[in-house]
């Protein structure tokens, strides 16, 4: 899961799109307008959802659209690592990156290289047996339905 | 002690300098006591100030309740030097002027963690977890004070780990997880750490909103880790450590270790305290172009 910011990393992808670079395909992208927008309820939403890692990217420091998003954001995922790692959440499945809309190279190999750190730490499975009881029952009301 | 204070308040209330001392009363029963609205001159004398005075009252300052939207310019309130610490917070985050409270305090040499261990007096093993690395026994910004106030330096830093954090630091990620799901367990999403909270401001929390329904309501494990994982990090940096969140837990569940956690983490990248100045921002609502950020790749 990638949270990322639209001007910097979102381009940047899409450079690496059109300049028809290889990547992982495990990666799935959201646009957010900047990477202070990047909520820690997203963050937490995505791995009780399943998801076995999540990156946040942004901006290079100076270069926010909106010229400081991006340092509010360092602060928030400063503590928002502590607090994943003292929750017992392995941090090595949250990445934060700096990249600019340029650096679709750096984006390839970020990719690549939290792909197979994730890999080798397989799927989180500790939060995702944290099932709903009642999930079946749930579940069983919207075939009907 | 008492005397004084009661002195005061009977003061203020007669000259209508504030509409409202809020303080201590005694409660049911000989080990409780319980927070009291004094607006009567009459009703001074049920004040009370000792070491089972627990609650934390600036809770009734904040605007999320009803009591500071009554139309009473001024409160007065009597407050342990923790309790302060949480006002000062709260005029450093714009909830409440200050001007508009009375902060009346005393000298306290700690309370009791629960009720139902007070045996008449103080001691370490019915002594708050919190009042064992107090720093604030001489509090810091008040206006009425009973007896010679001392100086005390506040300028040596204060990092003190507590016990159950550093253990569960030591940990390794997995134990540490099996940790809290022991203990998450256990929650039935009461939301009593929520309503203790003097910082918790939102007049409409996150949980209770249902579209979107950021936060599951249902009580099963997932959810309850959200729910933990989202109060913790709304408190970064502004939680004062009162420890009311964990006293008030039917379950038992050491709900504040995120905020133990968290406020060492806050104290080590920007050395920031809360609680301590009116002036100094919190810290997520600020930034400096310098702050670390080693774990950035």
Redesign the interface.
């Known amino acids: 899961m990638a949270f990322v910011c639209k001007w910097c990393t979102y381009s940047g992808a899409d450079l690496a799109g059109t300049s028809r670079m290889d990547y992982s395909p495990n990666v799935r992208m959201v646009r957010l307008p900047c990477s202070g927008r990047i909520d820690?309820?997203f963050m937490?939403?995505a791995f009780?959802q399943g998801a076995d890692g999540v990156i946040i990217s942004g901006c290079h420091?100076?270069d926010c659209h909106y010229n400081?998003g991006n340092?509010?954001a360092?602060?928030?995922?400063?503590?928002?690592?502590?607090?994943?790692?003292?929750?017992?959440?392995?941090i090595k499945r949250l990445?934060?990156?700096?990249i600019s809309a340029a650096e679709a190279i750096k984006w390839t190999e970020?990719i690549d290289k939290f792909t197979e750190q994730v890999r080798e730490l397989g799927p989180h499975n500790?939060?995702a047996e944290?099932?709903?009881?009642?999930a079946e029952y749930l579940a069983i009301g919207q075939e009907s339905a | 002690m008492i005397e004084e204070i009661r002195n005061q308040a009977r003061h203020l209330l007669e000259n209508g300098e504030v509409d409202v001392v809020i303080g201590y009363a005694e409660g049911s029963d000989p080990t409780r006591t319980t927070p009291i609205f004094v607006r009567k001159v009459e009703d001074v004398d049920k004040l009370i100030f000792d070491e089972r005075c627990i609650n934390s009252l600036p809770l009734f300052l904040n605007k999320r309740h009803e009591f500071p939207r009554k139309g009473w310019k001024k409160t007065g309130i009597i407050g342990k030097g923790c309790d302060i610490r949480a006002i000062t917070q709260l005029i450093a985050e714009n909830q409440l002027k200050r001007d508009e409270v009375f902060i009346i305090s005393a000298p306290c040499e700690g309370v009791v963690s629960h009720p139902e261990k007070w045996d008449g007096k103080l001691h370490d093993g019915n002594r708050a977890t919190k009042c064992t690395d107090c720093d604030v026994k001489i509090p810091v910004d008040t206006d009425f004070f009973p007896v010679d106030k001392p100086e005390v330096d506040r300028t040596a830093p204060y990092q003190v780990t507590a016990p159950q954090v550093a253990n569960?630091?030591s940990l390794k990620?997995?134990?540490?997880?099996?940790?809290?799901?022991e203990d998450f367990d256990r929650c039935f999403k009461c939301y009593a750490c929520r309503e203790v909270c003097p910082h918790c401001s939102c007049n409409i929390c996150?949980t209770d909103r249902t579209e979107p329904s950021?936060i599951?309501p249902?009580a099963?494990?997932?959810?309850v880790?959200?729910w933990?994982?989202?109060r913790?990090?709304h408190l970064?940096?502004r939680c004062t450590g009162c420890g009311e969140c964990t006293r008030a837990c039917p379950m038992g569940i050491q709900v504040d270790l995120?905020n133990q956690?968290?406020k060492d983490?806050?104290q080590d990248?920007?050395d920031y305290k809360s609680g301590y100045s009116m002036e100094v921002k919190p810290?997520?609502?600020t930034?400096?172009?310098d702050?670390?950020?080693d774990?950035?790749?």
């Open positions: 820690h309820q937490i939403k009780e420091p100076g400081e340092y509010y360092r602060r928030r995922n400063t503590a928002f690592r502590e607090l994943v790692g003292f929750n017992g959440i392995d990445e934060f990156s700096w970020i500790p939060y944290l099932v709903d009881p009642y | 569960l630091m990620t997995d134990e540490r997880f099996a940790f809290w799901r996150i950021w599951d249902a099963h494990k997932r959810g880790f959200s933990h994982m989202t913790a990090m970064v940096g995120f956690r968290m983490v806050i990248h920007y810290p997520l609502i930034y400096k172009v702050d670390r950020e774990f950035i790749q």
